[in-house]
Structures are given as C-alpha cells and as structure tokens.
C-alpha cells in the first residue's frame, strides 16, 4: 500500500545483503548463460560477463574466484533447470501422452545448435584443463544418475518394460544426441536443419523401444 504524497520507489523493500549477492549472483550467470551460449566458451572474458550482466570486474569476482569455477555454476544451474523440466513433464501429463512429450523435449533439446555447442565446449574444456576437470566429470555424472533415476519411473508409468537397463538407454539417448549435434556443427551438409529431428525422433523411438505412436 503506497503511503500517500510518496514516491513509489521509496516503498519498496530494501533488500538485505545477502539478497542483493544472491541477485546479483543470478544475474551474472544469467549473463554468462548467454554470451557462452552466443560467441563460446574459450571466446568469453570475465570482462564481457560482467559487463553483459550490467556490473564491475569487482562485482564479478565477489562472487566466484574465476571463470571455471563460474562455468561449473552455470553447468550447475543448467543441470537443474533440465532436471526440473523432466519432472514437469512426468508429473504433468499421463501415461499415453508422456512417452510422446519427452520425445519432443529430446528433439528439441538435441536440435538446439547453441545449447549442444555449450556442452560440448564445456566437456572439450574440461578435457584440456586438469583443475576444472573433476568437477565437470562430477556434475556430468549428476547428469547421468538422474536420467538413469528417472527411466524406470517413465517405464512404470507407461506400463511397459525398458529395451534394456536404465543405464543403457541414458547413454545412448546422451550420445546419439551429442554425435549429431557434433556432426551437423562441422558438417551441416551432412545433417540438415531439416533431417536433424527427424534423425532425433527416429532414434528415439530405436533407442527406448517406444514407436511413435508411443
């Protein structure tokens, strides 16, 4: 309620400190979200994060110590904001209609050409640089667990039996999604913006089992 004869602005609440680092915190990997996804990874500099996210050097390093340990950050983030994406879904919609609805989410997923870039980039880093190497490796390996986690809920609840175990069709969906992105990225001719989800859908359906009807 505006108290009368003041100014809006001065009625708002004042965050505290430790909700104006949390802010400032989200925006920067917001920012780095977007400049990796657009120019790279080895391309972007602390500077150009910080000054997309709209802050100082300064501002930058009061919250993370370097650029890897914010390309963990913002892997970390990513990690979470698919996790919840994935439990949307299983939670939203029912068994006849589920199957059908994560295949969309891995075409999509697998035809974003930035999003793809960003993962491999971060896994090509990782491989090159020793000190960032085991987190990224412990993050991937979240990854991994959480969609070996997930398949049999997704079979239980579409009443049918996997292909093969939970782990065997995690790596699979991973790898033929990163393959191609791969693929198309040196090669467009070789895998056009137009057979790339229909390759994706069609090893979707090989890899679960799951025609498309399912």
Known sequence: MLVFGMPEVLTRKR????????QTRERI?????????KDGLEAVSIEEVAEAAGYSRGAFYSNFESKDALLCAVLDRELESQRQEFEAI?????????????????????????????????????IRNAAIRPRVAELMRRKRGYLISLIPRIYQAIGKDPPGSAETVAFGLMSIAQGLALT????????SAESLPKSLETLFNQITGVGSSG
């Open 90 to 126: 299983v939670s939203a919609f029912p068994p006849e209609d589920l199957m059908a609805k994560l295949r969309q989410y891995y075409v999509e997923l697998g035809s974003d050409e930035a999003h793809c870039a960003f993962w491999l980039g971060l896994q090509l880093h990782a």
């Open 184 to 191: 198309r990225m040196l090669d467009p001719e070789s895998v």
């Open 29 to 37: 990997l917001e920012a780095a979200r977007s400049v990796f996804l």
């Open 15 to 22: 965050l505290t400190r430790e909700e104006s680092r949390a």
